[in-house]
């Protein structure tokens, strides 16, 4: 593809020698291939003993990445300036018979500490007896290079406090659009 695209520009750059929709054809191949995407999951070790204090969920693992994106401490770094589909699903589960309700919503680092992305949240009902619930979050954003996303979860109501990131039930994915 990348020799392909060294190819296109310079024929691109020469409106003589080619037709409108040769050049357009070449614009979309060209632009398709610029297009930035990852996904990253929880394998194992999620967090734990969820309550009334906001916690960090647990992303450990790089299932594919176009190169702009780094993962590290659970956090998930944008090197390109872009709108981005962003997808954060989570499954969590609860080993007690206290009925609550969980939220899980992303944050973004605004350089001076982490800040709710607005309108990111979602929550859930989890009835107790070891049961399990998902949740998803799906947004699309305009993203500066550099910015910095995190998933977030927090008990909202009840009292529950066995609540737990279920192992491989996480997945945070961004896309550009």
Do not use: H
């Not at 009334?52 to 090197?79: D, H, K, M, W, Y």
């Not at 982490?114 to 979602?122: C, L, N």
């Not at 550099?146 to 994915?173: C, E, L």
Request: charge should be negative.
């Amino acid at each position: 593809m990348t020799d392909l695209i060294n190819v296109a520009t310079p024929i691109i750059e020469d409106n003589r020698t080619i037709t409108n929709e040769f050049r357009d054809w070449l614009y979309r191949v060209r632009d398709a291939a610029a297009k930035a995407y990852s996904s990253f999951y929880t394998t194992s070790g999620g967090v734990t003993a969820i309550a009334a204090t906001p916690l960090q969920l647990v992303i450990s693992s790089t299932r594919i990445n176009s190169g702009e994106f780094s993962l590290a401490s659970n956090e998930i770094t944008v090197n390109k300036t872009g709108n981005f589909d962003i997808t954060l699903d989570c499954y969590l589960n609860s080993g007690g018979v206290a009925q609550s309700e969980y939220s899980v919503y992303l944050e973004i680092d605004t350089g001076s500490g982490w800040s709710e992305v607005t309108a990111s949240r979602a929550a859930t009902y989890q009835g107790g007896n070891d049961s399990g619930m998902s949740l998803s979050i799906n947004l699309v954003m305009a993203v500066a290079s550099g910015s910095k996303f995190r998933g977030s979860v927090v008990r909202t109501d009840g009292s529950g406090t066995v609540g737990y990131q279920d192992d491989n039930g996480t997945r945070f994915s961004l896309v550009e659009v």
